[in-house]
């Protein structure tokens, strides 16, 4: 099937949501066109809303746009990409662990909401004295980090790494956005877990991703919770 794939997606070094799709089709070669939509102060008449607004009612980043097909939620989009290509094996093989994996990433799209608001993806900063009052602070982001470092030690112990389930997969990319808050955050994790950071961080498409984001050097005050202002320079 011939596909024309457009990603539209928001500014690298803040969109978690948009990371997801980028970096697993960059990373098995999924040929699309890249639609940065700049993120702005949201109103209704904003042109970020006003862009998005018209390919879908929810008005948010990502969507994937396949011809006259839509698709606007991560999830949907890697699903969707997985049933196009199948050449790609995004999903393990295996019928369990391919269960699992998409028990983790659902549990990844609709929790951590604690780890997620203390802690927003921000790539270009360094901040682990956040990461540190953050965890001293509130429990619930100590347990999201616990329930990451368990779920991640589990996987990579049962499937024996590198990556999560063995090799690489939709699931790596849908974590990819919680490594680089570990990395931002200096957030403390088991040796185990430290060697999957690395490894996400060398994968093909998250490299390419954080490359990108450091390049941007468009910083918005909104986005930037910890800093007075925006950085004149990464």
Same mark, same amino acid.
């Given at each position: 099937? !011939?596909?024309?794939?457009?990603?539209?997606?928001? !500014?690298? !070094?803040?969109?978690? @949501?948009?990371?997801?799709? @980028?970096?697993?089709?960059?990373?098995?070669?999924?040929?699309?066109?890249? +639609?940065?939509?700049?993120?702005?102060?949201?109103?209704?008449? &904003?042109?970020?809303?006003?862009?998005?607004?018209?390919? &879908?009612?929810?008005?948010?980043?990502?969507?994937?746009?396949?011809?006259?097909?839509? $698709?606007?939620?991560?999830?949907? $989009?890697?699903?969707?990409?997985?049933?196009?290509?199948?050449?790609? *094996?995004?999903?393990?093989?295996?019928? #369990?662990?391919?269960?699992?994996?998409?028990?983790?990433?659902? #549990?990844?799209?609709?929790?951590?909401? =604690?780890?997620?608001?203390?802690?927003?993806?921000?790539?270009?900063?360094?901040?682990?004295? %956040?990461?540190?009052?953050?965890?001293?602070?509130?429990?619930? +982001?100590? !347990?999201?980090?616990?329930? %990451?470092?368990?779920?991640?030690?589990?996987?990579?112990?049962?499937?024996?790494?590198?990556?999560?389930?063995?090799?690489?997969? $939709?699931?790596?990319?849908?974590?990819?956005?919680?490594?680089?808050? $570990?990395?931002?955050?200096?957030?403390? +994790?088991?040796?185990?877990?430290?060697?999957?950071?690395?490894?996400?961080? &060398? &994968?093909?498409?998250?490299?390419? @991703?954080?490359?990108? =984001?450091?390049?941007?050097?468009?910083?918005?005050?909104?986005? #930037?919770?910890?800093?007075?202002?925006?950085?004149? *320079?990464?």
């Amino acid at each position: 099937m !011939n596909h024309n794939l457009k990603l539209y997606i928001g !500014n690298k !070094n803040y969109s978690s @949501w948009s990371m997801r799709p @980028w970096v697993l089709m960059k990373q098995v070669d999924i040929a699309f066109d890249e +639609v940065m939509v700049r993120f702005d102060d949201f109103t209704p008449d &904003s042109h970020f809303k006003q862009t998005m607004g018209k390919l &879908s009612a929810s008005a948010r980043v990502p969507v994937l746009v396949d011809r006259d097909l839509v $698709i606007w939620d991560s999830l949907a $989009i890697v699903e969707y990409l997985a049933e196009q290509f199948p050449e790609h *094996s995004l999903w393990p093989e295996d019928r #369990e662990a391919r269960a699992r994996a998409r028990s983790v990433c659902a #549990e990844m799209h609709s929790g951590f909401g =604690a780890l997620r608001s203390a802690c927003p993806m921000n790539i270009e900063a360094s901040l682990p004295e %956040i990461g540190a009052l953050a965890l001293r602070d509130k429990a619930a +982001v100590r !347990n999201d980090l616990a329930r %990451i470092e368990q779920m991640w030690s589990s996987l990579l112990a049962r499937f024996g790494g590198p990556m999560l389930f063995g090799r690489y997969s $939709i699931a790596d990319a849908y974590f990819a956005p919680v490594v680089m808050r $570990i990395r931002t955050y200096g957030l403390p +994790v088991s040796a185990l877990v430290a060697d999957y950071l690395d490894e996400s961080l &060398s &994968s093909k498409g998250v490299a390419a @991703w954080v490359g990108d =984001a450091l390049a941007e050097n468009d910083f918005r005050d909104f986005e #930037e919770p910890y800093r007075l202002k925006p950085r004149s *320079s990464a």
